[in-house]
């Protein structure tokens, strides 16, 4: 399949919206670049998981994480990592699938800009979905492992989004090590707490982003990307205890 490349200058401006809703940007020369990129197939699949139950969303989040597994991790790593490849394939090739599964987007520009032509980024969910596969099929050897990992992200989405928000923490086995270390102390429910009693800190901090802070502040002095499991583990539970009583768990090593 054909993908031709379209120019970032035009996709966030009224007409190319417009043009987008009326089926005409393949009539628009000036909105394509000379760049063009060949796959072999192109499945549909969710690219927002923004509303919706925790259950419906975590189905959404696993099916795109396999439809990304299964086929677009199967291209150059400058293909699937480039935003202009999502938007074009998007906005030229996939209309009618977008505006049946997120018909918010035909009403509104706004929608159209945030569901589609997101910043490329640890906030859009299509970026999302391209590390955590990419991270389970670089990690897990069975099935059973892969549908854990999957669980684990969508289980532990907030420390996840936190963990590929800074690129010191987006290493493969950090992520997989410390989903392992949530899983294995039963962490889960309790990172994802909002911090009370705290006015020092933000209004809407979580457990879960004061460790990650934490590990921020001390790199590189700990270099805790290359830790092993048991290193990082007693780190991560010393850091928790910072904010949180931890005669209140059963951890492991507490």
Same mark, same amino acid.
């Given at each position: 399949m054909e993908?031709? %490349?379209?120019? *970032?200058?035009?996709? !966030?401006? $009224?007409? +190319?919206?417009?043009?987008? %809703?009326?089926? *005409?940007?393949?009539? !628009?020369? $000036?909105? +394509?670049?000379?760049?063009?990129?060949?796959i072999k197939e192109d499945p549909d699949f969710p690219i927002y998981m923004g509303k919706g139950g925790e259950e419906e969303r975590g189905r959404l989040?696993?099916?795109?994480?396999?439809?990304m597994s299964e086929?677009?991790?199967?291209t150059d790593r400058d293909i699937h990592m480039d935003e202009m490849f999502w938007y074009s394939l998007l906005c030229v090739h996939k209309r009618e699938f977008l505006l049946r599964e997120y018909p918010q987007i035909g009403e509104?520009?706004?929608?159209?800009?945030?569901?589609?032509?997101?910043?490329?980024?640890?906030?859009?969910?299509?970026?999302?979905?391209?590390?955590?596969?990419q991270y389970v099929k670089d990690?897990?050897?069975?099935?059973?492992?892969?549908?854990?990992?999957?669980?684990?992200i969508v289980e532990n989405l907030d420390v996840f989004n936190y963990m590929i928000k800074y690129e010191v923490f987006r290493n493969d086995k950090f992520i997989i090590n410390v989903l392992d270390i949530i899983n294995d102390n039963d962490l889960a429910k309790v990172l994802k707490f909002k911090i009370k009693d705290r006015p020092d800190l933000g209004k809407d901090e979580r457990y879960g982003r004061r460790v990650l802070f934490e590990f921020n502040k001390v790199y590189p002095i700990v270099m805790s990307p290359m830790l092993d499991k048991e290193e990082l583990e007693v780190l991560f539970i010393k850091y928790l205890g910072y904010?949180?009583?931890?005669?209140?768990l059963e951890c492991r090593i507490v």
């Open positions: 993908i031709r %490349l379209l120019k *970032k200058d035009y996709i !966030k401006k $009224e007409e +190319f919206y417009k043009d987008f %809703l009326e089926d *005409k940007i393949m009539e !628009k020369e $000036e909105y +394509f670049s000379d760049k063009i990129i060949h989040f696993k099916e795109a994480f396999r439809v086929c677009y991790l199967n509104s520009m706004k929608d159209f800009h945030n569901i589609v032509v997101k910043k490329f980024d640890w906030e859009n969910y299509i970026y999302k979905c391209i590390l955590g596969a990690n897990a050897d069975t099935e059973e492992e892969i549908e854990k990992y999957y669980d684990l904010y949180y009583d931890l005669s209140k």
